[in-house]
């Protein structure tokens, strides 16, 4: 596992159906509210599978707006695609446009990924609008983790509309990664 995150943290070794396993009592009376001490305790620990456990906790909670700054705390630290992809659709349900288009122009890689991810599997209620406004805030940027993440959004998107990813595609010049991304099901 830790080889497979190119040695970026350590690992227990427990797949993930034995994760979930292990955590879902600890989980089971945490279904309706963030538990942030909970996550916080999770982000803190060295082996990754304690920040998945609070990634699926965050899947399964009720978030906001006000939710969006500590969340952001989270994508910043111990940063790498698997938990940052894993933060996305959550984020997505608490953030508002307005967020997304801040989190879109980061500083931080990670952040304007979470960003691009965030409408993810949203099909026809995606806000084309802003997902072409933060996808074009981020071409040209030669990094493979944006460059890998427009791709996907559009690869989905492209699920729901494909003559709008086609039509975007042409009309903006994307890395050859994002084209061959956005392109499987086209």
């Given at each position: 596992?830790?080889a497979?995150?190119?040695?970026?943290?350590?690992?227990?070794?427990?797949?993930?159906?034995?994760?979930r396993?292990?955590a879902?009592?600890?989980?089971?009376?945490?279904?309706?509210?963030?538990?942030r001490?909970?996550?916080?305790?999770?982000?803190?620990?060295?082996?990754?599978?304690?920040?998945?456990?609070?990634?699926?906790?965050?899947r399964?909670?009720?978030?906001?707006?006000?939710?969006v700054?500590?969340?952001?705390?989270?994508?910043v630290?111990?940063?790498?695609?698997?938990?940052v992809?894993?933060?996305?659709?959550?984020?997505?349900?608490?953030?508002?446009?307005?967020?997304?288009?801040?989190?879109?122009?980061?500083?931080?890689?990670?952040?304007?990924?979470?960003?691009?991810?965030?409408?993810?599997?949203?099909k026809?209620?995606?806000?084309?609008?802003?997902l072409?406004?933060?996808?074009?805030?981020?071409?040209?940027?030669?990094?493979?983790?944006?460059?890998?993440?427009?791709?996907?959004a559009?690869?989905?998107?492209?699920?729901?509309?494909?003559?709008?990813?086609?039509d975007?595609?042409?009309?903006h010049?994307?890395?050859?990664l994002?084209?061959?991304?956005?392109?499987?099901?086209?």
């Amino acid at each position: 596992m830790s080889a497979y995150m190119r040695g970026q943290f350590p690992f227990l070794g427990i797949p993930t159906p034995a994760r979930r396993a292990a955590a879902k009592e600890v989980l089971r009376g945490r279904r309706k509210v963030v538990d942030r001490e909970l996550v916080e305790e999770c982000w803190a620990a060295a082996e990754r599978e304690f920040q998945y456990v609070a990634c699926d906790h965050l899947r399964d909670v009720s978030l906001g707006p006000g939710d969006v700054a500590w969340l952001r705390s989270l994508v910043v630290r111990k940063s790498w695609w698997d938990t940052v992809d894993a933060l996305a659709k959550p984020i997505g349900r608490a953030a508002t446009a307005e967020q997304m288009q801040i989190w879109a122009r980061d500083g931080d890689l990670w952040v304007r990924r979470v960003a691009i991810l965030h409408q993810l599997g949203r099909k026809a209620d995606t806000d084309v609008v802003l997902l072409a406004e933060i996808i074009r805030a981020n071409l040209g940027s030669s990094e493979f983790f944006i460059d890998k993440a427009i791709g996907w959004a559009l690869r989905e998107y492209a699920k729901t509309a494909p003559g709008w990813v086609r039509d975007f595609l042409a009309a903006h010049e994307v890395s050859a990664l994002t084209r061959r991304e956005a392109s499987k099901y086209l």
